[in-house]
Every structure is written in structure tokens, then in C-alpha cells.
T-cell receptor
């Protein structure tokens, strides 16, 4: 069964600290997609990154970086030199690419990690 | 380019009533998905529409239904409201159907409170 686990419910850091948000997933498929979304206090989910299962190359975008490791089924997200504006709930999500008759494809979400960055 | 818009933003209803929520996707996007977000259950997928057809469906009772119009705008309806339906309902649009590989763009949500 598909499952996404974000073990950290809440994290609190001081500005400029580095912080890593963990995401562990379960899937029976060899082809799948992983996503990270950010939900700031305003409520609107914002897409951050998409990674397919064949691309294990880590990605860096400014202060954000993602570490995808198939061997441990993890897709962790690191914010370097955190800022107050990074305060939000961060969601990891999984989608399987293989279509199975009678099975609806859907995006499976973790419960999110609430990050508070304090000045 | 305008983002995803949802109306209304806030709604208060009484048990047993029905409600209709509206979503206008980003121009050019043909897929619209609906999610229910609650503190206890997190984000749960309701259904996805593409070109006026329901393509994917989550595990929600038949009281939850939706439709999509030819201009890709979508509505979600909940009949016979229950207290447990109180939630933030999010709409997301994407270029294509399937959810698998396309990033979704979310609206601000409709906060529904059932009393």
C-alpha cells in the first residue's frame, strides 16, 4: 500500500539555523513521483519540487535542497539558513505512475511538518 | 496569469443542509482536483476531473460529488452535511490528468464549518 510518513509533527528553529524535514514513503511501484508542497499561514499550498523515481540526483534550489534515496525510501528536504518566511507546514506526497485497472490513481499525502522559524 | 480561485472563502452551514463550492482553474489547465483538509486526517483526495469527466476518485461517501464544465471550472457539492464535514476544501489545477507527474497549483481553499 502507498504511504507517506512525516515523522516530525512540529519543528522549531531559530533563524539562520539549517533544518531538515524527513519524508519516508512506501510504494509497491518501481515508477512513482514524489512531491514537496509548502502551506504558509495563508493556507494556499505551494508546489516546491517534483522528483520521479528514476532520478536520484539531489537537487538544490537556493536555500532549499532535496535528498532522494531509494535505498531508504526517503525524500528529505533541507532548508539552509532558515528565515522567518519559511514558517509553514510542509507536505510530502507520493503518486504512483502505473495505472491499474479499477484502481484510481491519487496523490497520497503525509500529515505534514509544521516548521516555526523564530527570529 | 491568474491563479486558482475558489468561492466562497468561508461558509457556515447547518447539519443536514447541502453546499456547493466553486473552483476556477488556471487558464489552460484542464484538470481540477479536490481535497479535504482536516487537522486529524490531513489532506485527503476527493476526486479529479479532466475534460468534464471524473477521472479519479478517493474514498468518500456518495454525499460528496462534483462536476466540471466545458470551461474547466469545477463545482463540488456536499449533501446532507455532517459535523465531520467541517474542513478546509482545497481545489488544485494542473495541465493534465492523472495526478502522477504534473505539479498541481492550489487555490486558497474554502473553509466550511458545519454547526
Amino acid at each position: 500500500a502507498q504511504k507517506v510518513t512525516q515523522a516530525q509533527t512540529e519543528i522549531s528553529v531559530v533563524e539562520k539555523e539549517d533544518v531538515t524535514l524527513d519524508c519516508v514513503y512506501e510504494t509497491r511501484d518501481t515508477t512513482y513521483y514524489l512531491f514537496w508542497y509548502k502551506q504558509p499561514p495563508s493556507g494556499e499550498l505551494v508546489f516546491l519540487i517534483r522528483r520521479n523515481s528514476f532520478d536520484e540526483q539531489n537537487e538544490i534550489s537556493g536555500r532549499y535542497s532535496w535528498n532522494f534515496q531509494k535505498s531508504t525510501s526517503s525524500f528529505n528536504f533541507t532548508i539552509t539558513a532558515s528565515q522567518v518566511v519559511d514558517s509553514a507546514v510542509y507536505f510530502c506526497a507520493l503518486s504512483e505512475a502505473t495505472f491499474r485497472a479499477g484502481n484510481n490513481r491519487k496523490l497520497i499525502w503525509g500529515l505534514g511538518t509544521s516548521l516555526a522559524v523564530n527570529p | 496569469k491568474a491563479g486558482v480561485t475558489q468561492t466562497p472563502r468561508y461558509l457556515i452551514k447547518t447539519r443536514g443542509q447541502q453546499v456547493t463550492l466553486s473552483c476556477s482553474p488556471i487558464s489552460g489547465h484542464r484538470s481540477v482536483s479536490w481535497y479535504q483538509q482536516t487537522p486529524g486526517q490531513g489532506l485527503q483526495f476527493l476526486f479529479e476531473y479532466f475534460s468534464e469527466t471524473q477521472r479519479n476518485k478517493g474514498n468518500f461517501p456518495g454525499r460528496f460529488s462534483g462536476r466540471q464544465f466545458s470551461n474547466s471550472r469545477s463545482e463540488m457539492n456536499v449533501s446532507t452535511l455532517e459535523l465531520g464535514d467541517s474542513a478546509l476544501y482545497l481545489c488544485a489545477s494542473s495541465l493534465a490528468s492523472g495526478l502522477s507527474s504534473y505539479e498541481q497549483y492550489f487555490g486558497p481553499g474554502t473553509r466550511l464549518t458545519v454547526t
